[in-house]
């Protein structure tokens, strides 16, 4: 079975500062994706960042980054120069790569202060 | 529309009663999921379509839920006979195929209120 462990329920940045939400997890897969999700107060899950458990390198996706450790088991978030617009909850979620289940944390909410 | 469309947005109704829950996915995707997700929590897996079939059903929490998608496209999740602990917000999502780094889009959701 698979778990994500999100340890900050909330989270509080300045505008233009940098933020990282932490996301651990637990699988017995070896292959397995990461992803990470936003969602305003719309309801809509927005995707934002994915990892592979082989990529050799850190996802990347404009001011979003994926903090890979695979070692540890995290896959931390770090968004880069923070904007009021990033309020919002930010969910971690794996899947097995020969599955289609995405296994989903409890979420962090980011509030931007201006 | 170029994303996840899901109808109707929001659901009040009366415990006991029936609902029908609408996802119609992005054009072209294959795969479908329903998830719902709790005041709280994040989104929990109910069931998975690829084409026409449900080839996942093992989160639906019991046999007063039910999905369809008949011509494999549009989804529609139904609950009979429902109960306050349904309230919930239901998420459909879709993508081109099931596995690999494909992510799955999400549409806004269903909030389903049961009085």
């Known amino acids: 079975a698979q778990k994500i462990t999100q340890t900050q329920p909330g989270m509080f940045v300045q505008e233009k500062e940098a933020v990282t939400l932490d996301c651990t997890y637990d699988?017995?897969?070896?292959?397995?994706?990461l992803f990470w999700y936003k969602q305003p107060s719309s309801g809509e899950m927005i995707f934002l960042i994915y990892q592979g458990s082989y990529d050799e390198q850190n996802a990347t996706e404009g001011r979003y980054s994926l903090n890979f450790q695979k070692a540890r088991k995290s896959a931390n978030l770090v968004i880069s120069a923070s904007q009021l617009g990033d309020s919002a909850m930010y969910f971690c979620a794996m899947r097995d790569l020969l599955n289609y289940k995405l296994t989903f944390g409890k979420g962090t909410l980011l509030t931007v202060n201006p | 529309g170029a994303g996840v469309s899901q109808t109707p947005s929001n659901k009040v109704t009366e415990k006991g009663k029936y609902v029908e829950l609408r996802c119609d996915p992005i054009s072209g995707h294959t795969a479908l999921y329903w998830y719902r997700q709790s005041l709280g929590q994040g989104p929990e897996f109910l069931i998975y379509?690829?084409?026409?079939?449900?080839?996942?059903d093992s989160g639906l929490p019991n046999d007063r839920f039910f999905a369809v998608r008949p011509e494999g496209s549009v989804s529609t999740l139904k609950i009979q006979r429902t109960e306050r602990g349904d309230s919930a917000v239901y998420l459909c999502a879709s993508s081109l195929r099931p596995g690999g780094p494909t992510e799955a889009f999400f549409g806004q959701g269903t909030r389903l209120t049961v009085v």
């Open positions: 379509f690829q084409g026409t079939g449900a080839a996942d």
């Open positions: 699988t017995s897969d070896q292959s397995y994706g």
